[in-house]
């Protein structure tokens, strides 16, 4: 039998707890939020099986956000990412015009509006509501 070296090194669950939120986005349930973006938002690519196995690439874009549930107050910090879908109603639309208007998603907080599930789940940012 093989002798092992024991390491007694403490578990940091401060760290781990970083590296979990990494990479993984925030898909949020019904309900009222207030976002605050950390940083400006990047593009990137998905590509996942669509309608008969046919492969299928979407444009997205991420930032870095602190969110707030404006029912329970819990904020955390979340990767929040947006299909690129061109139209000025669009939830990625909504996001452009607020920026725009504000010159910047950076410290620019607006309230996101989430409501119904999955497919037909629908979301409304208030502060774009009146922006051409």
Sequence with gaps: ????TEQKELFNYEEEVKKLSEGGF???EAGNY???ALEEPTTYSVTFD?????KEEKERARFKANVTNLASGVTDEVTYSVNIV???DSHFGQLVRFGKSK????????TLIVTGSGI???YTIAE???LP
């Design 120 to 122: 037909k789940k629908k």
């Design 34 to 36: 207030k976002v605050v």
């Design 26 to 28: 925030w898909k949020p």
């Design 86 to 88: 061109p139209t000025k």
């Design 50 to 54: 669509g309608k008969d196995g046919v």
């Design 103 to 110: 010159g910047t998603l950076v410290g620019s907080p607006f």
């Design 128 to 130: 774009a509501a009146g």
């Design 1 to 4: 039998m093989e002798n092992e």
